[in-house]
């Protein structure tokens, strides 16, 4: 990505110079710079505010009431993961997250859960846990599962596009609630379907 943006600002200022608009191109990157600022700001607060609700609702024990609500599920979605594991409560945690579109929230919780996962086939290698075995550097059906599933992101509330849409003047920020809720709805149902089959054929 930073070689593909790296060249397009590349090619635009130099057809800038090449057109005769080195002045647009230069207010054009000045402007941009300062939105930019701006956008990180309002994102900044936004971020702190749910992360810091996210942490409110840990220490109040909502996490714990959601998780344990649908541990059916994550259990159904992850059925090699040994009851109690660490890696139940992060995969949890950021499923909620990603529910209430907030994808930097989610990242934490994410990464805490790929360590968790790698963890359990560490234990797998070694005999400590149950489990097909795979070599060092192979993803598990597990890690693969929660990549495609945190990939489709299944959003009630779009807080981050949200805070967008308002940042840009939106004259209906709330208006991509409906649509979002639709397309990642879809998309994390392809994603569990294409999970469970891949790992029937695995099994077969």
């Not at 541990?71 to 979605?77: G, T």
């Not at 979002?180 to 709805?185: E, S």
Request: net charge positive; charged share 15%; glycine share 10%.
């Amino acid at each position: 990505m930073n070689y593909i943006w790296g060249i397009m600002i590349l090619l635009g200022v130099v057809w800038g110079t090449l057109t005769g608009n080195v002045t647009p191109v230069s207010e054009a990157v000045l402007s941009s710079a300062k939105e930019a600022v701006t956008l990180c700001i309002t994102m900044l607060g936004v971020m702190g505010l749910w992360m810091g609700l996210m942490e409110i609702a840990k220490d109040a024990g909502l996490i714990q009431a959601v998780s344990k609500k649908i541990q059916p599920l994550i259990r159904f979605l992850f059925p090699g993961i040994p009851a109690g594991h660490p890696a139940g409560e992060h995969i949890t945690l950021n499923c909620v997250a990603n529910v209430l579109g907030l994808g930097w929230a989610a990242t934490p919780a994410g990464l805490k859960a790929m360590e968790a996962l790698e963890d359990l086939e560490e234990d797998r290698r070694a005999g400590r846990a149950p489990g097909p075995v795979r070599k060092k550097g192979i993803a598990s059906n597990e890690m693969c599962t929660f990549l495609i599933l945190n990939i489709s992101s299944l959003q009630l509330i779009p807080v981050n596009l949200i805070a967008y849409r308002t940042q840009y003047g939106s004259v209906d920020p709330m208006a991509v609630v409906v649509p979002g809720i639709l397309a990642t709805a879809v998309s994390t149902g392809a994603a569990v379907i294409f999970c469970k089959v891949m790992d029937r054929k695995g099994k077969a």
